[in-house]
């Protein structure tokens, strides 16, 4: 028997532990199931509920860019549980990707590296400085790509003992990789992970090049799977396929150069912010101590060091490449932390136990960060103004009424329960599909204009687009009735009479 380590746990089963850290992970999102829906929440949920395909249109009544996947299991959850029920979703998902975490790190170092996984992939997965409340792509996805990880390496660890059972997980991770795709659509560490760790074991003779052959096929077979139903869904419902890839991938190319020719002072905020988190969070030392002793990696675990440097650069790829820089795009690095710390975290002497001691730093500012959001959120000191707006539209609203939020505020559109005429529920869309607002601009002059239309955002941003001329049709055919949260303005058409909304903008929101 080992000696005990200052930093090992030898006292905590392994499975015990591991078990213990998902049901934290899951446990951990349950604050946030308590606050109201989210913009992007929200937007997919409407996205969701008004589906009905068109040729030229992926989703019919609004437009996202996001893969038919994940709409699909937003209405379904939906469909069981509510808008909310997502988060549900998430929690169970964060459970997985422990154990998915654990078992990755245990086919590639042992026991002790799953046990330092776990907790690693728990702390880093809850800390509230990334994204403590929300269900979209990235908390959703990150689960299926990690165990891709896991069956490609049961994959190859059972190649020679059960040779048919390895093909299946082999097609199996590959159809992971790619359903992670699905959800979003830079998720692409899955393939990456497979392909590097296979071909790798190929060229290192550690696998015979047929073997190669016969997993990489079931694996592309596999990948092959959601990507086939999804193209053959658009077939059946008449969608062109070139809408399906604009909204999938030819929008985010366009989308970066709409960002870029715009004031770079809000997305380099957040990208320091996202910088100062991804520090605060320990994630930035658990992969710089990886980088640190990657020749130790290499010389122990050659195919999956090389694999873990690639996840790292599509990883890395997907934040810069992103643009916004928005808290959540971090989630996507915690594959990239799962390898490092199942490399390095077991090793003997120095090496693990410093890994093992930065891995206690993130646990303890993911615990520093949850008593302070909670405090927060319970004391009420940051309303859901945007839930209030909307909530004193719907007041004063009546049935037949339509809105339209200047600046992409889905949860504003929710929380009214009226409809948008205006596809574009977010502003990116809006700015890079209607850069003119020529599109807005008709639709408020037709018979179609909605009756409600708040400025969230001033008419100014984004080097004013359409200003002048949107102001001079809201004086044209709306009047200026009440404000929203935080002095924004909210128009009503002159041809209705409807009472003033009054959002109670100070109330706290408490649990």
Not at 4 to 22: C, D
Not at 477 to 495: F, M, N, Q, T
Request: hydrophobic fraction near 50%.
């Amino acid at each position: 028997m080992t000696t005990p380590t200052r930093w090992s746990v030898p006292e905590i089963g392994t499975k015990r532990l591991v078990g213990g850290a998902a049901v934290l992970a899951m446990l951990l999102r349950f604050p946030g199931m308590l606050w109201p829906i989210r913009p992007d929440e929200a937007g997919f949920t409407l996205v969701a509920r008004a589906w009905h395909p068109e040729p030229d249109s992926l989703y019919g009544t609004y437009w996202v860019d996001r893969p038919p996947p994940l709409i699909a299991l937003i209405k379904l959850s939906d469909m069981i549980g509510g808008p909310l029920f997502i988060r549900v979703v998430a929690a169970l998902g964060c459970a997985l990707l422990v154990v998915a975490a654990a078992r990755t790190a245990y086919l590639v170092a042992g026991e002790r590296s799953a046990r330092w996984t776990a907790v690693a992939t728990a702390a880093v997965t809850t800390n509230t400085m990334i994204d403590s409340v929300a269900a979209k792509g990235e908390i959703l996805g990150i689960p299926i790509v990690v165990a891709s990880f896991w069956l490609a390496l049961e994959a190859l660890r059972l190649l020679d003992a059960a040779p048919r059972k390895a093909i299946l997980l082999a097609g199996g991770a590959g159809l992971l990789g790619m359903l992670a795709i699905g959800l979003k659509q830079n998720m692409a560490t899955g393939l990456a992970f497979g392909g590097v760790v296979l071909l790798t074991s190929a060229v290192r003779k550690e696998i015979s090049w047929p073997d190669f052959g016969r997993l990489a096929g079931a694996a592309l077979a596999g990948a092959a799977i959601p990507l086939g139903l999804t193209i053959a869904w658009c077939l059946a419902y008449g969608v062109h396929l070139e809408t399906l890839w604009y909204a999938v991938y030819g929008f985010r190319s366009h989308a970066l150069d709409v960002i870029s020719n715009e004031s770079a002072g809000a997305p380099l905020g957040r990208a320091r912010q996202l910088a100062i988190i991804f520090v605060a969070t320990g994630m930035a030392f658990i992969i710089a101590w990886f980088l640190v002793n990657i020749r130790h990696a290499w010389r122990t675990h050659p195919a999956v060091t090389l694999a873990a440097l690639a996840v790292l650069v599509v990883d890395g790829a997907g934040v810069v490449l992103g643009g916004s820089y928005w808290r959540p795009y971090l989630l996507g690095i915690v594959p990239t932390v799962v390898l490092c710390a199942a490399l390095v975290a077991g090793a003997p002497g120095v090496r693990g136990r410093v890994m093992q001691f930065l891995v206690g730093i993130a646990a303890l500012s993911c615990l520093v960060s949850i008593v302070g959001w909670v405090a927060k959120s319970a004391s009420g000191a940051e309303p859901p103004t945007e839930i209030y707006t909307g909530q004193a539209i719907k007041r004063v609203s009546e049935p037949g009424d339509t809105i339209v939020v200047y600046g992409g505020r889905s949860d504003i559109v929710f929380a009214s329960g009226l409809s948008s005429p205006y596809e574009h529920l977010w502003s990116l869309p809006m700015r890079g599909n209607d850069p003119d607002l020529s599109e807005l601009m008709s639709l408020m002059r037709s018979d179609r204009a909605p009756t409600w239309f708040v400025g969230w955002v001033d008419f100014d941003s984004w080097n004013g687009v359409g200003q002048p001329k949107l102001e001079a049709l809201l004086a044209e055919r709306y009047e200026r009735h009440g404000e929203a949260c935080g002095d924004h303005p909210i128009w009503v058409l002159k041809s209705v009479d409807r009472d003033v909304p009054v959002p109670d903008c100070e109330h706290p929101w408490r649990w």
